[in-house]
């Protein structure tokens, strides 16, 4: 089967670990987060991956020289422009000359879902597409789903404001899609599959979806992301995965906890780093303390330094020693760049 794999946004709530970088190429414990995507769809017999890229291709094209990731083919499909979900679906699905049913998933969503079953629910139920749900706390950050008891889409809410939501049901983010959506989908302009071909469907009802509990995290924002590495290394999906690169050098006199510390990262004596992730080549000094914290690669921390609270630092940046950091972002906002 062949998926089309949304990775074309510019990642805007990961600023600045994004700012050189699109989101699926950030590393989650040291291995890309599109590699745990694909490697995800390929335990469901997908055996090509059509990246619909927009911001920053050449990070993937360049990370995959031969063409494929986790044993599946990669496809290149690089928009001229954001065509926003549906567009993208649409432009790099007639790029790769899909023409029988297939599959398309948010390329952030990090998720153990049995993604055979949709497939199967969706012959079953002869619908034009099938919505992989999940239940959630907070409705109001998603695509809002009620369903009625035989899976039929009533009707789809994308990011209703708090505490109006009808269930806490939400799209999960990998659709079954027959072709003959794409003929609804129009050309040349921005299109939401949310907030435009979805609904439109629903209206019809062609449109069914299937709810799982499996585990399903968005990794989008700082707090998700730094989730799905802390429940890798915690073992909450299959055996727990190693925490500390072979490659980095932790004092004796220094306390790791509940933290992912990449390859060539050097922690100092006296230094205490706890749920937090260091990236590779980065260097906690002495006394310093990181916790709740995602740090890039080749970052220095100054002696005697707290970062604190989820604060977020780019790569290559230097944080003083006994600085204060606390639900920070280095480089500060007001320096990033525009959008391109
Ligand atoms: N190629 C391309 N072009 N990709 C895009 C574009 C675009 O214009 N815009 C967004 N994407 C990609 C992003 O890179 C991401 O992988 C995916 O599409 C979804 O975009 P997000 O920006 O992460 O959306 P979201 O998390 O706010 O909401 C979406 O995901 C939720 C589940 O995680 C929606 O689909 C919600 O309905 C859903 O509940
Ligand atoms: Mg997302």
């Not at 023409?99 to 079953?124: I, P, Q, S, W, Y």
């Not at 072979?246 to 706890?274: F, H, L, N, Y």
């Not at 906690?284 to 604190?308: T, Y």
Request: include cysteine; proline fraction near 8%; charged fraction near 20%.
């Amino acid at each position: 089967m062949q998926a089309v794999v949304l990775v074309g946004g510019f990642g805007t709530r990961l600023r600045p670990l994004t700012l050189h970088r699109p989101k699926q190429m950030l590393p989650a414990c040291g291995v890309p987060m599109i590699e745990h995507v694909i490697a995800g769809l390929a335990r469901h017999g997908v055996t090509e991956a059509i990246l619909s890229l927009g911001y920053r291709p050449d990070a993937f094209i360049d990370a995959y020289p031969d063409g494929t990731c986790a044993g599946v083919k990669l496809t290149y499909a690089v928009e001229p422009e954001p065509l926003d979900t549906a567009g993208a679906v649409r432009f790099a699905a007639l790029a790769a000359g899909v023409t029988d049913r297939f599959l398309a998933v948010n390329g952030d969503v990090v998720t153990d879902m049995d993604v055979t079953a949709l497939v199967a629910f969706h012959e079953k139920s002869g619908a034009e597409a099938t919505i992989s749900l999940t239940p959630v706390d907070d409705p109001s950050r998603y695509g809002v789903v009620p369903t009625d008891d035989d899976g039929r889409v009533l009707g789809f809410i994308e990011k209703p404001p708090p505490g109006e939501a009808p269930t806490n049901w939400i799209n999960a983010g990998a659709y079954v899609l027959e072709p003959s959506v794409l003929d609804r989908i129009a050309d040349g302009r921005k299109v939401s599959i949310e907030r435009e071909t979805f609904p439109a469907l629903a209206a019809q009802g062609t449109l069914f979806a299937l709810g799982s509990d499996a585990y399903w995290v968005d990794a989008g924002t700082p707090a998700t992301y730094l989730d799905i590495q802390l429940d890798l290394i915690d073992g909450r999906r299959g055996s727990p995965w190693p925490a500390v690169d072979p490659g980095s050098t932790v004092s004796p006199d220094a306390t790791v906890d509940r933290a992912i510390i990449g390859a060539g990262a050097v922690i100092e004596a006296g230094a205490r780093v706890e749920r937090s992730m260091i990236g590779a080549g980065t260097r906690v000094g002495a006394d310093a303390i990181v916790a709740d914290s995602i740090i890039d690669a080749d970052v220095v921390i100054g002696e005697g330094a707290s970062v604190l609270e989820l604060t977020v630092i780019g790569r290559g940046e230097q944080v003083p020693a006994g600085a204060r950091l606390a639900d920070d972002r280095v480089p500060p906002p007001d320096t990033w760049p525009p959008k391109t």
